[in-house]
C-alpha cells in the first residue's frame, strides 16, 4: 500500500491557505483587498500572513502611497511549490478514500 | 496530522481554493456598469445623429461618456490587486478606445462620412476584437457570443443601406452592451454574495 502524503501544517490552517489560493491567481494584492476577500480581521490577517512570509512562502513589499502606508503582498517560487504539492497532497488523499 | 482531518475537511479545502481562485480571477465583471454607461452613450449618440441630426451628437456623447468612465474608474479602487489576465484585458479595452477615438473622430471631421455603413462597421468590428479576444482570455461563452454578433454586423453593415446599419447599431449596442452590461452586474452582485468568510 503506497504512503500517504502529509499535508503541509503551514499551507492546511484554513486563512493561509485562502491568502495563497488568492495570491497564486494575481501579480500582487494590498493588505486590504486580502482583507475584503476573506473577510479576517487586521490582525489575523496580519499574523497569518507573517507566518507565510516566514515560510518563505510569500514577499512583502512596504511603501507610501499618497502618504499612507501600502503593503504589497506577492507569491514567491517557494509559496507556489508548497501550494501545488499541497493540492496534489488532498486530490491523493481523497483519490484513496474514494478507492477505498 | 492526516489522521485527524476528515474527507469533508479535505474538500472544504479544495473547494475553498477553488473559491478563492476564482475570486482573484474575477475581471470583466467588476467593470459591468462600464457596458451599461457606454451602451447608453451609443445610443444616445446614434438617436441625437440619425433622427434629430445633432451634428456634435456623437463627438459630445463619447467625450461624456469617457469622463464619466475615467471618473468610475478613479473610484472603483482597481490598483488592491493586479492579475496578468486582467491587465491585458484593461490593455484591451484601453487600447480600444483609443483606436475608435482616432478612426471615427478622423472620418467624422473629415467630411467623407458619407455612408453611415463604413462607421458602423468599422465600430462593430473593432467591439467584436475586443469581445472575442476578452471572451476567449476569460472563456466567457456570453462575451464571446457577444463578439460574434459584432462580427456579423461589421460584415452585414457592408451589404445594407444606411438607415438598416443605423438600427443594426442600435440593436447591437442594446444587446451586446447594455443588456451584457446588466448580465454581467448580476452575475458580479451574486458572487459578491455568496462570498463571505470562506476563511
Given at each position: 500500500m503506497p504512503e500517504l502524503?502529509?499535508?503541509?501544517?503551514i499551507v492546511h490552517g484554513k486563512l493561509r491557505l485562502a491568502l495563497l489560493s488568492l495570491l497564486a491567481t494575481v501579480e500582487e494584492a494590498e493588505f486590504t483587498w486580502l482583507r475584503e476577500k476573506t473577510g479576517s480581521t487586521d490582525g489575523n490577517l496580519g499574523a497569518q500572513l507573517l507566518k507565510l512570509e516566514e515560510a518563505g512562502y510569500i514577499a512583502v513589499e512596504k511603501k507610501f502611497v499618497q502618504r499612507k502606508p501600502q503593503s504589497l503582498y506577492r507569491m514567491t517560487e517557494a509559496g507556489r511549490a508548497a501550494l501545488t504539492k499541497y493540492v496534489q497532497a488532498l486530490k491523493t488523499l481523497l483519490g484513496g478514500a474514494i478507492e477505498g | 496530522m492526516n489522521e485527524q482531518i476528515s474527507n469533508q475537511e479535505l474538500n472544504e479545502r479544495l473547494t475553498l481554493i477553488e473559491s478563492m481562485m476564482?475570486?482573484?480571477r474575477r475581471t470583466?465583471?467588476?467593470y459591468a456598469w462600464s457596458f451599461v454607461l457606454w451602451g447608453v452613450a451609443y445610443e444616445v449618440a446614434i438617436i441625437g445623429a440619425t433622427w434629430l441630426h445633432l451634428v456634435y451628437a456623437w463627438p459630445v456623447t463619447m467625450v461624456l461618456?469617457?469622463?464619466a468612465t475615467i471618473a468610475g474608474f478613479s473610484t472603483h479602487k482597481t490598483k488592491s490587486h493586479e492579475s496578468t489576465a486582467g491587465r491585458a484585458i484593461g490593455s484591451m479595452w484601453t487600447a480600444l478606445g483609443a483606436s475608435l477615438f482616432l478612426v471615427l473622430f478622423a472620418y467624422g471631421f473629415s467630411g467623407r462620412m458619407h455612408e453611415t455603413q463604413i462607421?458602423?462597421?468599422?465600430?462593430?468590428?473593432?467591439l467584436g476584437l475586443v469581445n472575442g479576444a476578452s471572451g476567449m482570455l476569460l472563456r466567457w461563452r456570453a462575451q464571446f457570443a457577444c463578439a460574434i454578433v459584432w462580427w456579423l454586423s461589421s460584415a452585414a453593415a457592408c451589404f445594407i443601406t444606411a438607415e438598416q446599419s443605423n438600427y443594426l447599431l442600435m440593436a447591437d449596442?442594446?444587446?451586446?452592451?447594455?443588456?451584457?452590461?446588466?448580465y454581467a452586474m448580476v452575475l458580479e452582485q451574486k458572487r459578491l454574495n455568496?462570498?463571505?468568510?470562506?476563511?
Open positions: 502524503p502529509e499535508l503541509n501544517p | 476564482q475570486e482573484g470583466t465583471g467588476r461618456a469617457l469622463v462607421f458602423v462597421a468599422i465600430a462593430t468590428a473593432h449596442v442594446f444587446l451586446c452592451q447594455i443588456l451584457f452590461g446588466i455568496k462570498v463571505n468568510c470562506h476563511a
